[in-house]
């Protein structure tokens, strides 16, 4: 089966088995290996991909659905050398450990932010409640939600760049 999508800005054209779930499209036919797959059965959340701009859980997606969408991974979010606000905030509040979750968890915040740009503590636990996180107990990751909120209106009203995204003055979240 062929498929043309858009993945991260770019439009990819293959041919498909069928079958092949969207996690798997991505690691192997596109080498994307920032979406993680942990547990193949929906519950950790690490899969998680924006499809037309909505988190899903890719590992529940065929590849076929992706057809004619529109498909964002963590390796999408930095622009031109610019860390999204969500990327920064991870980094500034410590808001990962071992790293596992933190893609899916990144956008699944940035569809929240991009939905309600000032979520209160509760909406961002819910927002972030189908995934799991092993490591930090969520409060550094609701910490990362929050600064990523605070920053991305000031930049973009400071004279910041004007897509609300900061400079990654060499780091890499």
């Known amino acids: 089966m062929h498929v043309t999508m858009t993945v991260n800005g770019s439009e990819v054209e293959r041919d498909i088995e069928p079958r092949v779930l969207l996690v798997h499209f991505l690691r192997e036919d596109l080498g994307l290996t920032g979406t993680h797959w942990g547990c193949d059965t929906s519950n950790c959340g690490t899969c998680v991909v924006q499809l037309d701009g909505e988190p899903v859980k890719s590992c529940t997606v065929l590849a076929a659905m992706a057809d004619g969408h ?99 003055e060499g780091a890499h979240a």
């Not at 569809?111 to 503590?121: I, M, W, Y």
Request: aromatic share 4%; net charge negative.
């Open 70 to 168: 529109t498909v964002k991974t963590v390796e999408g979010l930095e622009q031109g050398g610019q860390l999204d606000p969500i990327q920064q905030g991870f980094m500034e509040e410590h808001g990962l450990q071992c790293g596992f979750c933190t893609p899916g968890m990144m956008l699944t915040a940035r569809a929240l932010l991009d939905r309600s740009p000032n979520p209160s503590e509760g909406e961002i636990r819910e927002a972030i409640s189908g995934q799991i996180c092993r490591c930090t107990g969520y409060a550094t990751i609701v910490r990362a939600v929050q600064w990523a909120a605070e920053h991305e209106g000031a930049d973009a009203a400071g004279g910041g760049p004007t897509n609300g995204q900061l400079e990654t």
